[in-house]
């Protein structure tokens, strides 16, 4: 037996991970009346009939290492020295976050921060970077990739850091830009 009160969304085709979770509909629910009186299936602060998100944005804690360099440690690169060394290092500039800098005003002469890298950066480094940071990091990295003639290993190796880097802007910070997943341009792939 169908609820007439409730239409059902049109469905263009099979969704997939990789379509920006803004392109989703909310789904409307039908309101129940409970026990005490209010609809279930409600979140607090979530309008009549609609599903809340599955997690809230994550909401940055900003510490002072928040204004250093910043050396991507794994693996083999276990000190700067080896990082530099490496033939999958890059060097990229990247703005210090502005909320981070309002946090600090002792600090705030201070706007840019340097990221040595070995790629593919670990997820965990990505993340402890903050959205704003992440969103420059993937820029820079994105626009040097086409100034430098290197090899396929290393280019592939920027690529994976690039999907990872959309994969936390879209999957941890919940980051909604036009075409999300700008820097990859590829699916989703597993957190």
């Excluded at 804690?61 to 990082?83: A, I, M, N």
Aim: glycine share 6%; charged share 20%.
């Amino acid at each position: 037996m169908s609820n007439p009160s409730i239409t059902p969304l049109p469905t263009p085709g099979p969704e997939t991970l990789a379509q920006p979770s803004t392109a989703r509909p909310l789904v409307e629910l039908p309101a129940r009346p409970s026990a005490r009186g209010a609809s279930s299936g409600i979140a607090p602060g979530t309008a009549p009939g609609m599903i809340a998100p599955t997690r809230p944005m994550q909401l940055r804690q900003f510490t002072p290492k928040d204004f250093e360099e910043v050396v991507t440690l794994w693996s083999g690169y276990t000190t700067r020295d080896l990082v530099v060394k490496s033939p999958f290092y890059t060097k990229t500039t990247i703005i210090v976050d502005p909320r981070a800098k309002a946090q600090f005003p002792e600090k705030s002469e201070i706007t840019e921060r340097v990221v040595h890298a070995v790629h593919p950066i670990p997820r965990k480094q990505l993340q402890n970077l903050g959205p704003v940071c992440l969103h420059n990091l993937g820029a820079g990295l994105d626009e040097e990739r086409w100034d430098v003639n290197r090899s396929p290993e290393f280019n592939d190796r920027v690529q994976e850091t690039l999907a990872r880097i959309d994969d936390a802007l879209e999957f941890i910070f919940r980051v909604h830009l036009p075409g999300t997943r700008i820097f990859s341009g590829r699916q989703p792939s597993v957190l």
